[in-house]
């Protein structure tokens, strides 16, 4: 699936959560830099999805036409060794998730949820929780869904603006 790069509205990752909070931002930014850094092989990857469900957990690549071109899917006791990057990432994910999913009611939480990332910034959708799912991507680049800011996306990547200012939270 393409997506044409001139038609993306990056408004969707501009809008940042209403209220701080330390410990979303902390596994945030975790998994910003582990994903950073996986990003960094290859050179591949525009955007990484991380999404969990049933007690697996599915990571989605991205390329810069905005294909999907690598998915990992492993529950805990399957995740890559921690000193790998993907282990990293996974075990950042599943952290971050994890605490994610607790901010909901008990038995609210959507049976599917995810952020995704640039390897700086990192974002969630409430009304479609799971990136992993096919034409996330293209619903949000079109701008018929938003998506809440954890973490600003980078300045001159595909889905960052320089005149977004510091969104971050502390």
Sequence with gaps: MHIDLQNIRVEWLQRPLPRPNRRLTALA???ARCAGALMQVGNQTALIGVTAERGTLRLTCWNHRMDVWAELTA??????PASSLEGALQRAGAA????FAGRWPDGASPPCLGVVTDGIGVAFSPNYPAPCTPGWLELHGSG???AVTILPFADGSLFGQASLGDHRLH
């Design 29 to 31: 930014t975790r998994l």
């Design 75 to 80: 529950g805990a006791p399957a995740f890559a």
């Design 96 to 99: 971050l998730l994890g605490y």
């Design 144 to 146: 018929r869904a938003a």
